[in-house]
Each structure stands twice: as structure tokens, then as C-alpha cells.
């Protein structure tokens, strides 16, 4: 299974590349963009993810969905980090996990433009491009930390940044590159320590939290006990040797 969806991602990533000046439209909200490379990865993956596994269910960004069940469902977000698609940016990934009873227990997300394919099976580890990776052991005080601006929330714009400003004083640097799949990615392999968005949908970070934990690391839903499928809610990823100082800025009092 894990080998056939990482070959359909790899379809998806080529659809999106191939697509680079797709239509553009505005969708509700802030700065919020869908494009028909969008629509049309996903409508690849939804025809092909269903036919794979019959009896699923299709979970995803650009559609109108019923809450999460207890049935096998793929979680997919066509293209993580729209804007960065629409501009150029090479910055963006396919994001595809599989649930079931509402955990991930398989996790793939491809990033075309680098030729890179992270995936994950619960219990069995987290690879690139089959190869084994861990999260860094790298300190909290030297943490290189990803963080997401939750630009569709007005209400979380301070909060954003003065957890940002936090780690900048804290930590070690920032960086930003607008996909949550790729931070997420780069907390797994190594590249960076910590993650960090107010604000995420299951889309976001289904295969992604599967990737940083199958990798050592520790991802958890920000300010209360729900699982991060359980509606949107700020997300963290880390390395062990970071995750409790990090979680502790990130859960700090306004």
C-alpha cells in the first residue's frame, strides 16, 4: 500500500509541475488562494486513492467534507503551500496520509521540485527517498525554528508573533517557507528542530505528524488534549531535546 501511494504522489507532484500557470481564484478568508492545479491534483488523488483502497473515505482541502470517522480515510492536501506554487517559490508538497480509526498510519509527502519523498508506516520508521532519517539532537538554545503565520486569522497575528520574537530570544534563528508539509519534514530529517502554526487543518499535518514521530520526534496539538484531527488547532513538531521549552512558549498566557 505505502509503495503504491508513494507513486501516486509522485504522479501528483509531476501533474503540479506540469501545471505551473493554473488559474488562479480567491477562496474565503485572508490572502487565500485555490488554482486549478489544485483541483486537478486532487481530483486525481481522490479517483485513484479510492480505487486503491475500496470502502475508504476522501478527506481533503478543496472540498466540503463530513467530519472524521472511525473508517479508513486519506487525508490529502493537493498542493501545501499554494501561494508559493502560484509565485514560483518551488516550495510546495503533496501531502497524503491514510487513517484509520483516526490515527495516520501511513504518511507520504512529496516535494517535486527537490525530488524529495518523505513517507512513514506506524511502527515501521519514517524514510527519504527510502532512506531511514531521525530528528536532530540539536539543543533547544540552538534550535533552528519553522514557524507558520496562520494568515487566514486575524485573531492569531500577535499571538504568531510574539511566539516567534520568544523563540528568536531563546532559541536560535527562524524560518519560514509556507508549507506546513515541508517544516514538518524538515523537523523529521534533521534540517530544522522545531515547528510551529496556530492554526492547522488534518490536511496540513496528517501525514506530516506521522513522518516527525516514525522519526523520533514530537508532535502534539497546542492548548488542550484533542487529537489534531479533532477541527483546527495549533500544532507543534520537535525534537525531543526541544519539545518541552517549546511547548512551553507556545502554551504561555497572552
Not at 36 to 44: L, T
Not at 186 to 192: E, F, I, Q, T
Amino acid at each position: 500500500m505505502l509503495t503504491k501511494i508513494i507513486d501516486l504522489a509522485r504522479e501528483a507532484g509531476r501533474i503540479m509541475r506540469t501545471d505551473r500557470h493554473a488559474a488562479i481564484h480567491q477562496k474565503e478568508g485572508h490572502f487565500n488562494f485555490v488554482t486549478d492545479a489544485d483541483v486537478a491534483v486532487q481530483q486525481f488523488l481522490k479517483r485513484e486513492l479510492l480505487s486503491l483502497l475500496p470502502g475508504s473515505r476522501f478527506f481533503a482541502e478543496e472540498q466540503e467534507n463530513a467530519p472524521l470517522t472511525e473508517q479508513p480515510t486519506f487525508v490529502v492536501d493537493p498542493i501545501d503551500g499554494t501561494l508559493n506554487f502560484m509565485r514560483g517559490r518551488n516550495m510546495s508538497a503533496v501531502s497524503i496520509a491514510l487513517l484509520k480509526n483516526k490515527r495516520p498510519v501511513l504518511g507520504v509527502i512529496y516535494q517535486p521540485y527537490a525530488d524529495e519523498m518523505f513517507s512513514a508506516e506506524a511502527g515501521k520508521g519514517a524514510w527519504l527517498n527510502g532512506q531511514a532519517i531521525r530528528v536532530s539532537d540539536t539543543p533547544f538554545e540552538n534550535a533552528m525554528v519553522c514557524f507558520g503565520t496562520s494568515p487566514y486569522d486575524a485573531d492569531l497575528v500577535s499571538r504568531s508573533m510574539d511566539a516567534a520574537r520568544q523563540f528568536l530570544l531563546r532559541a536560535g534563528d527562524l524560518r519560514r517557507s509556507g508549507s506546513a508539509a515541508v517544516d514538518l519534514c524538515d523537523v523529521a530529517c534533521g534540517r530544522a528542530d522545531v515547528f510551529f502554526e496556530l492554526r492547522l487543518r488534518p490536511w496540513d499535518v496528517a501525514a506530516g505528524s506521522l513522518i516527525v514521530q516514525e522519526a523520533g520526534g514530537v508532535f502534539v496539538s497546542l492548548g488542550h488534549d484533542r487529537p489534531y484531527y479533532d477541527g483546527a488547532s495549533g500544532m507543534m513538531a520537535a525534537n525531543p531535546l526541544c519539545a518541552a521549552k517549546a511547548k512551553e512558549i507556545l502554551e504561555a498566557e497572552p
